[in-house]
């Protein structure tokens, strides 16, 4: 058994929220991760922006204020460059990162690099490519995000689902393009056809909640094109909802790393149409699992042959099941452990 510290400087979250409600993706992550490292026999402290101290399976859970161990046998700074000198007797340190690694390359974010050279993780290999081969670290490694084991254990469709497409992320990432596109080249060729979007400023808050009101509004506005304005809802209800979905539809954005909505998606069953953008094709096992296009036109046309073609649906959504169920928190957790 180890003993590990994991930290995070950024939004309030704690024990339960995971459990409690809709979480941002390295949120999920983090708490995710602890949870796993948790089940698997080690000594997990996390410190973070909670507000108070808690103890939940087994992790000592308290807010940074109230101090942070000063030894581990693996220390993961999550995020927050601020973070790393923390646990200064740490035997292995690591440094979490969940967006593209251009933001490090700036001398308050480098010089602690030069000074703790922690292990960089990165997601995918999109991400680690992010980060020039120059910029200093004490070791790269790619270890994928994990997936829900709401979503690696649910229970297929019985039957193809009505023609319903998702989107299931930042409405700044895209929504926008695939609500117009939606309008113009889906909807009217499936008039029954409806889009469900799981998307809100609940999970972000502050100025991004302002930015994202506009493409909320625009969603609104095409309530008599099949457009559905969902709330954000936990992992378990998500899940339940992905069992009457067809497909789900994602441009993808540069500054995606992972995308554990395409991830969830692609293991509940639910066969993806992705675009070139980011990460999002590393998540799609193209013309097996669903399709990876970056010309619009080809986009819609494959979202339509979801939405209406039963053999096809099947088809994509068996090897969904067979090929993208093999990677949970539990193997996450794994990859993290041989580091130590």
């Known amino acids: ?44 402290s996390v410190r973070n922006r909670c507000i108070e101290p ?31 000198p923390m646990v200064p007797r740490a035997r292995r340190r690591l440094f979490w990162i969940h967006n593209p690694a251009r933001y490090l390359l700036k001398w308050r974010y480098l010089s602690k690099l030069f000074r703790w050279k922690p292990v960089v993780v990165f997601s995918s290999l999109y991400h ?36 319903r497409a998702l989107f299931v992320s930042n409405p700044l990432r895209g929504l926008d393009w695939l609500l117009t596109l939606w309008a113009q080249h889906i909807h009217p060729r499936l008039p029954t056809a409806e889009l469900h979007i799981f998307s809100g400023a609940s999970v972000y808050g502050g100025a991004k909640a302002r930015e ?6 625009y969603a609104r ?26 497909v789900l539809v994602y441009r993808g954005d540069k500054e995606e790393t992972f995308c554990l909505a395409v991830a969830e998606a692609q293991a509940a069953g639910v066969p993806a149409v992705v675009g070139t953008l980011g990460c999002v094709p590393e998540r799609v096992l ?45 193997e996450a957790a794994s990859a993290f452990e041989k580091l130590i």
């Open 1 to 44: 058994m180890a003993h590990i510290v994991m930290t995070d400087d950024g939004l309030r979250f704690d024990a339960r929220s995971l459990s409690q409600g809709p979480l941002g993706g390295a949120e999920t992550a983090f708490t995710s991760l602890a949870f796993a490292l948790a089940r698997r026999g080690h000594d997990v």
């Open 54 to 84: 808690m103890r939940e399976v087994g992790i000592d859970w308290a807010p940074l204020e109230a101090g942070v161990p000063h030894s581990a046998d693996l220390y993961i700074a999550n995020r927050a460059h601020g973070l790393l």
């Open 128 to 163: 680690a490519d992010t980060y020039p081969a120059w910029a200093p670290d004490g070791g790269r490694v790619v270890i994928p995000l994990g997936v829900s084991s709401a979503f690696l254990e649910s229970e297929p469709a019985d039957e193809p689902p009505p023609p």
């Open 212 to 217: 994202m009101e506009p493409l909320l509004e």
């Open 221 to 246: 506005q095409l309530a008599d094109r099949g457009v559905v304005l969902r709330p954000p809802v936990s992992k378990a209800v998500l899940a339940d909802e992905m069992r009457a979905a067809r």
């Open 286 to 330: 193209d013309g097996e699992t669903g399709f990876v296009e970056g010309d619009e036109r080809q986009f819609a046309d494959r979202a339509l042959a979801l939405l209406a073609d039963d053999r096809l649906w099947r088809r994509m959504s068996r090897r969904a099941l067979e090929r993208q169920r093999g990677w949970g928190w539990d």
